[in-house]
T-cell receptor
Framework: NAGVTQTPKFRILKIGQSMTLQCTQD?????MYWYRQDPGMGLKLIYY???????DKGEVPNGYNVSRSTTEDFPLRLELAAPSQTSVYFC???????????FGPGTRLTVL | LAKTTQPISMDSYEGQEVNITCSHN???????ITWYQQFPSQGPRFIIQ???TKVTNEVASLFIPADRKSSTLSLPRVSLSDTAVYYC???????????FGKGTRLHILP
């Protein structure tokens, strides 16, 4: 099993550009999550999903959108990139809310 | 939203036992306490999870008092490779939000 995979690993965007961060898991987990981690800081939950077709906001959802059309995929969309969105983005999945989360390797995004 | 509180940083020496405490005053009845470890440039990794009293695995122990308002992660005989950030996480059953603490930056010295 590959676990949780994220693409791309690195990306530089200009202000106002859009992009989609991809996340795929092959563990058949119902729960998936998107976090951002600013330099030297902890993780903040952006969005999460409890199953295909169901998503909900986390702590910092503004400026982002998600969709969950399949169990495996949970893409994160940035519509109008801003410098404040410069961060490392981690995707994670788990069998349940209170059960161990498995994290992907992260996507390092810089907005200039 | 309730949140967790941990020390910002700790230093220790190789071979010693390290205890990191997390406060979670608003923990709900159904919530579990989970600890994660994160190395630089990597995603967090699960260490241990518990509900009450004591849980032990091959990596760590987790102590939770009866009131469950705090928990202590215990790392026995640490080595340099245990230098990392440790996060305490409590699933907030009331509104299904998940809050990571700010983490404790543990630095192990030779």
């Amino acid at each position: 099993n590959a676990g949780v995979t994220q693409t791309p690993k690195f990306r530089i965007l200009k202000i106002g550009q859009s992009m989609t961060l991809q996340c795929t898991q092959d563990m058949n987990h119902n729960y998936m999550y998107w976090y951002r981690q600013d330099p030297g800081m902890g993780l903040k939950l952006i969005y999460y999903s409890v199953g295909a077709g169901i998503t909900d906001k986390g702590e910092v959802p503004n400026g982002y959108n998600v969709s969950r059309s399949t169990t495996e995929d949970f893409p994160l969309r940035l519509e109008l990139a801003a410098p404040s969105q410069t961060s490392v983005y981690f995707c994670a999945s788990s069998p349940g809310l209170t059960i161990e989360q498995f994290f992907g390797p992260g996507t390092r995004l810089t907005v200039l | 939203l309730a949140k967790t509180t941990q020390p910002i940083s700790m230093d220790s020496y190789e071979g010693q036992e390290v205890n990191i405490t997390c406060s979670h005053n608003n923990i709900a009845t159904n919530d579990y306490i989970t600890w994660y470890q994160q190395f630089p440039s990597q995603g967090p990794r699960f260490i241990i999870q518990g509900y009450k009293t004591k849980v032990t695995n091959e990596v760590a122990s987790l102590f939770i008092p009866a009131d469950r308002k705090s928990s202590t992660l215990s790392l026995p005989r640490v080595s340099l490779s245990d230098t990392a950030v440790y996060y305490c996480l409590v699933a907030l059953g009331r509104d299904d939000k998940i809050i990571f603490g700010k983490g404790t930056r543990l630095h192990i010295l030779p």
